[in-house]
């Protein structure tokens, strides 16, 4: 059985792309970083809307985990120098990470399903 897509996870990588965008922008309108910043939140977004139009298992939904994965990916490496955002983007990115290990919640819900 497919994981469940990580929404809340994703729309709190949204969040963070949003708040980076309003801060580095504040700082400077000329940041080259600002593009790929608005590119990664558009990639999360359609993320979500194609992990909320599809069911679990079949191929849109699966695109959609790939999106949220290099979208990650892509968030994580932008930040770098930010090492205070660096830990909350890779601990996202193991939610995100579709062969990543199931949570503790999930693998108790797993286990209630399977009784």
């Not at 965008?21 to 400077?28: C, G, I």
């Amino acid at each position: 059985m497919p994981r469940p897509f990580p929404t809340e996870t994703v729309r709190d990588l949204i969040g963070i792309a949003r708040l980076l965008y309003r801060s580095w922008s504040a700082a400077s309108t000329r940041d080259t970083r600002l593009p790929e910043l608005v590119a990664i939140g558009k990639d999360l977004q359609q993320a979500l809307r194609m992990a909320g139009d599809h069911k679990p298992g079949t191929r849109p939904y699966r695109e959609a985990w790939a999106i949220a994965e290099v979208a990650t990916s892509r968030l994580g490496g932008i930040v770098d120098a930010y090492v205070a955002v660096k830990p909350l983007i890779s601990a996202a990115f193991g939610r995100v990470d579709e062969n990543g290990e199931s949570t503790e919640r999930e693998a108790q819900r797993k286990a209630r399903q399977a009784r």
